[in-house]
């Protein structure tokens, strides 16, 4: 995917209206009418978001007589997810790391508690 149509994807993404036109999307294919319905806003501020969902590759749209169906297309969010997905691995093995580091804190407190309490058990005091 070329930087230029991933931005197109994200920045349709990026809005909650555009988010919830593709969730609903994912039902399957729909009328225009439809997929405004549980928006307050006009019929030309719905289709505005609908072009920008167009012209990323998000949805396609079909004329059927006077039915103008919309329908979800997926492959621009799967290529989503495979950028985003070098950064999950990045986190996991910042987090590995993190985890071996803490791992290592409590032995070593274990490891200085159990010669702190031999010290006094045997009449010890540290220096």
């Known amino acids: 995917m070329s930087s230029d149509h991933l931005s197109a994807t994200f920045a349709a993404l990026a809005d ?15 009328s225009v009418t439809e997929l405004a319905a549980p928006f307050e806003m006009t019929a030309p501020a719905i289709t505005k978001h609908l072009k920008v969902l167009e012209r990323a590759g998000l949805i396609t749209r079909s004329r059927q007589a006077q039915w103008r169906p919309c329908q979800l297309n997926a492959t621009p969010l799967h290529e989503v997810a495979d950028f985003v997905e070098q950064y999950r691995q990045f986190w996991e093995q910042s987090f590995d790391r993190l985890d071996a580091y803490l791992k290592q804190l409590q032995h070593k407190e274990q490891k200085d508690a159990g010669k702190q309490h031999g010290s006094k058990k045997h009449g010890h005091k540290k220096p």
């Open 16 to 30: 909650p209206t555009r988010r919830a036109i593709l969730a609903r999307l994912s039902s399957g294919e729909t």
